[in-house]
Nanobody
Framework: QVELVESGGGSVQAGGSLRLSCVVS????????MSWFRQTPGTERELLGS???????TYADSVKGRFTISQGDGKISATLQMHDLKREDTAMYYC??????????????????WGQGTQVKISS
C-alpha cells in the first residue's frame, strides 16, 4: 500500500518562508514522478511543480523563482521550499506521486497516489 505523508504547513507572514515535506512509503517502482499541488476552496487543484527520480524539476510560472522542489535523503520524498510568500499562496498543499513520466502528468486525475494535504496560511 502506497502512502504519502505531508508535513510542514502552518501560518507565516507575507514575505516569509515555509518548507513542506512529503515522504512516500510503499512505492516499489524504480522510476516515478512527485509533484506538488495546491487548492483553495471552490477552485481546481493547481500544479506547482514536479520532480522525477533523477532530480529533474519543472515549475509553474506562478511560482517559478520563489518555490523550489528537491528530493529528500534516503526514502522517496520531496520537499517544497517556498520563499517570499504572498497572501495568494494561502491554500491547502498536496503532494502526489505516480510511476509515470512527469511530462505526461499535468492534471490531477493523472496521478494515482495523493497525500492528505497540509494547510498553508499567509497573513499580511
Amino acid at each position: 500500500q502506497v502512502e504519502l505523508v505531508e508535513s510542514g504547513g502552518g501560518s507565516v507572514q507575507a514575505g516569509g518562508s515555509l518548507r513542506l515535506s512529503c515522504v512516500v512509503s510503499g512505492l516499489t517502482y524504480t522510476s516515478y514522478c512527485m509533484s506538488w499541488f495546491r487548492q483553495t476552496p471552490g477552485t481546481e487543484r493547481e500544479l506547482l511543480g514536479s520532480i522525477d527520480y533523477d532530480g529533474n524539476t519543472t515549475y509553474a510560472d506562478s511560482v517559478k523563482g520563489r518555490f523550489t522542489i528537491s528530493q529528500g535523503d534516503g526514502k522517496i520524498s520531496a520537499t517544497l521550499q517556498m520563499h517570499d510568500l504572498k497572501r495568494e499562496d494561502t491554500a491547502m498543499y498536496y503532494c502526489a506521486a505516480d510511476p509515470n513520466y512527469c511530462g505526461l502528468l499535468t492534471r490531477t486525475w493523472d496521478f494515482v497516489y495523493w497525500g492528505q494535504g497540509t494547510q498553508v496560511k499567509i497573513s499580511s
